[in-house]
């Protein structure tokens, strides 16, 4: 299927730098997502974009966190100081179309270690 | 909090039929049933999608009861690499907005 490329698929930093995660997404896609996976835990939505805006986020979508797709580049997540429980895995997604009649297909995830 | 509940586990052996169940009692006329699976280390893989009746691709097929409230994902001689947590995720227009919500899943093992 289509498919999601996601750099880097590893990162450490530090608890109170500045990561930021980047989505290669779908060519023709327009909308994405970004999830979060603690270890052991079920995936968790944060956010989707469209059209260069955020329209709908999650609880877990901290003020900390940000999202933006400069002209059609990466679709990134920047987090903006780290804290020790943003370790996870962020998978990415995109789709064509919107409301759940078109499907979101995911990348391979980054796995993210604050220390 | 998801809106299906599936059996959380099953085990099969290679060659068999795996049929998994999952109940949406709450269904809404503009939602459509989604099934994904995951492996260890990668992110959640679209198997097949659906809104009534029975629907049928290269990996799987799934049947949906005639009030939306049961679906089934079929998938015919599973091997090893079949060995995943398959999702079965509600979604559409105006209910979950643009959002999959995952559960816990039903964590699918194969034997040799």
New interface residues.
């Given amino acids: 299927?289509p498919k999601?490329l996601q750099i880097p698929s590893h990162q450490i930093i530090d608890m109170g730098q500045m990561v930021t995660l980047n989505c290669d997404p779908v060519s023709n896609h327009l909308?994405f997502?970004w999830?979060k996976q603690i270890l052991g835990q079920?995936?968790?939505?944060l956010v989707?974009f469209y059209n260069g805006k955020v329209?709908?986020k999650?609880k877990l979508f901290k003020d900390q966190f940000s999202v933006e797709r400069p002209d059609g580049s990466y679709f990134t997540l920047k987090i903006q100081p780290t804290a020790l429980e943003d370790s996870a895995v962020y998978?990415c997604?995109s789709?064509f179309d919107?409301?759940?009649?078109d499907?979101?297909?995911?990348?391979?995830?980054t796995r993210l270690l604050v220390l | 909090l998801a809106k299906t509940t599936q059996p959380p586990s099953m085990e099969a052996y290679e060659g068999q039929e795996v049929n998994v169940s999952c109940s949406h009692t709450n269904i809404a006329t503009s939602e459509y049933i989604y099934w994904y699976r995951q492996v260890p280390h990668q992110g959640p893989q679209f198997i097949i999608q659906g809104y009534k009746d029975y629907v049928v691709n290269e990996v799987a097929s799934l049947f949906i009861s005639a009030d939306r409230k049961l679906s089934t994902l079929s998938l015919p001689w599973v091997s090893l690499r079949d060995a995943a947590v398959y999702y079965c995720i509600v979604t559409g227009y105006g209910s979950s907005g643009n959002k999959l919500i995952f559960g816990i899943g039903t964590l699918l093992s194969v034997k040799p």
């Fill in positions: 299927g999601v909308y997502y999830y079920q995936m968790e939505f989707n329209m709908e999650s998978f997604a789709s919107w409301g759940g009649q499907t979101q297909y995911f990348g391979p995830g």
